[in-house]
């Protein structure tokens, strides 16, 4: 089954704590995205990856944190920075980033952070 | 900056009705236009994607059209069906293509 997964499904954390959510994709997509939702709101871009050991920043990186050490995996780490961590947090890819036919995004499931 | 609205943002309709869902944006250099369908607490699902050329999508009940000079898309969904309750987004892609700016969505709640 091709696809994104994301884990795990729901979280809490503790105040002060980093935590680390993860995203998975066997597509073979070149790039990968990290998007935060609250309640009755749109997506916010949190990082992106266009490339293995590359990542840019989207609009609310601050107290965010990523790597992309495989093409398959992009972890998000939400750090004790992050002043409102409560939210929807969603992973995405597609096959290119930039101008091109082959940008259409993918998402995975879902995390749902909550902090306690 | 890019900035998306949708109205409304909840909407209550009888089964079988055709319904209209409206997407502004502020930029019109856009390249792409894609609407996404989202069930409570579930990832995103693709349902049309606009290029900036082109002026309207379809696919079954679905029709999306796209005026990109005054910054506006619809989403047409023909015979409305309880199974069509879901929230739906449409998003923006920059014109350098990275960048996909969300609205916040309309509910749609479609009674039997």
């Known amino acids: 089954d091709g696809g994104i997964t994301q884990s795990p499904k729901y979280l809490f954390r503790k105040e002060g704590q980093n935590v680390t959510l993860s995203c998975e994709q066997n597509l073979n997509h070149d790039a990968m995205y990290w998007y935060r939702q609250d309640p009755g709101q749109g997506l916010r871009l949190i990082y992106y990856s266009q490339i293995v050991n590359d990542f840019q920043k989207g609009d609310i990186a601050e107290g965010y944190s990523v790597s992309r050490e495989k093409k398959e995996s992009f972890p998000l780490t939400v750090t004790s920075a992050q002043k409102n961590p409560t939210a929807f947090y969603l992973c995405a890819s597609s096959v290119l980033a930039g101008p091109s036919s082959y940008n259409e995004q993918f998402f995975g499931p879902g995390t749902r952070l909550t902090v306690l | 900056k890019q900035e998306v609205t949708q109205i409304p943002a909840a909407l209550s309709v009888p089964e079988g009705e055709n319904l209209v869902l409206n997407c502004s944006f502020t930029?019109?250099?856009?390249?792409?236009l894609q609407w996404f369908r989202q069930d409570p607490g579930k990832g995103l699902t693709s349902l049309l994607l606009?290029?900036?050329?082109?002026r309207e999508q379809t696919s079954g009940r679905l029709n999306a059209s796209l005026d990109k000079s005054s910054g506006r898309s619809t989403l047409y969904i023909a015979a409305s069906q309880p199974g069509d309750s879901a929230t739906y987004l449409c998003?923006?892609?920059?014109?350098?293509?990275?960048?996909?700016?969300f609205g916040g969505g309309t509910r749609l709640m479609v009674k039997p």
């Open positions: 930029d019109s250099a856009i390249y792409n």
């Open positions: 998003a923006v892609r920059d014109n350098a293509g990275n960048m996909l700016t």
């Open positions: 606009i290029q900036s050329s082109q």
